[in-house]
């Protein structure tokens, strides 16, 4: 039986619809306007923690029907440990949306972020000693061959552009390649902090780091306030867009920003509850079934240029990270305990000595 139980079915139709309709909207807003990736960005970090923090709020019952908030839950991962993370999950997401920006297209963009699994080895290996089997190794070179694909197909036809005095559009998509490759190894060092961070201080606490990392990003937009007010106006300025149910009319980038910011928390939450009940192997290829069917979406609905060259990088990166999922458990060579590991082991100690 492929899934684990009919109860993933839930999360699984979150993904799928959430997470098909939050590329169409994103693709929507660039096709329009290409350089409203941080305002996409700080919208998605203000409505994830918005609405996370109901979730992460302690309440008590009073007059049988009546619910009040009494403050938020105990915090149980360190705050250095959260600016780390955030710091990280900041700079990524805004290289991963400050690419599209850079002339890179929405399929080929999808694809190098599921490729995440290069950068993983090559950080698991060298900093965490981690030692991998031969089809994990096959699975990187079979990844790293769907890269190299993708990315020749997806570059611009230098002799086409400098025909047409558009040379910066080589350049332009260079940086948008660095942006990505920046953010594939960032992803994966955040993966890894997050791995630690969930064995020392248990794996329910998503719920919490969902909520502080995406609060805590906040105060960094402040660095980008003046685009933001830019975009706010362009947002304005839009087309109008007539609402079913007599609605009336409203800004059609608001409308799509609005679908994206909230088809972006199902998604999230979809993932987190797919993984939380069932396997690594049905989680790994739901979501690669997700992403294959954004690419044809966004291939068939948006006319987006889709070569053979990069259906086969596509098929690699997708199979690749399925072999090495089914591929077992990792070994890792101990690393010598830190000083935060013999705390919480001091503290389990004297937790059964007094009972």
Known sequence: MIFDSLISLIPISMIMVGCCSNVISLELIMKQSQSHAILVTFFQFATVAFISFFVNIRWKQVFSIFWIPIGLRERKIPLKTYFLMVSIFFILSVLNNKALDCDI??????I???????STIVIGSVFYRKSYSKQ?????????????FATFSSMPDSKKEISLGNEPNLLRFSI?????????FLSSILGLIQEHTYRLYGKDRHYETIFYSHLFSLPFFLLF???ILHHIELNNDSALMALPFGFGSFPTLWVYLIVNVLTQYVCIQGVFILTGKTSTLTCTLVISIRKFL??????????????????TGTILVFLGTFMYSTSGKVIEKPLPPTKQVK?????????????
């Open 105 to 110: 297209p929405i399929p080929f963009h999808m």
């Open 112 to 118: 190098f972020r599921s490729s995440s699994l290069l």
């Open 136 to 148: 994990q190794i096959i699975s990187l070179i079979m990844v790293t061959l769907g890269i190299i």
């Open 176 to 184: 948008g390649m660095l942006m990505l490759i920046a953010a594939m």
């Open 225 to 227: 306030k003046d685009d």
């Open 294 to 311: 954004s690419i044809i979406i966004s291939v068939i609905y948006f006319n987006n240029h889709f070569t053979s060259l990069l259906f």
């Open 343 to 355: 705390e919480i082991e001091k503290e389990k100690e004297k937790e059964k000595k007094l009972n």
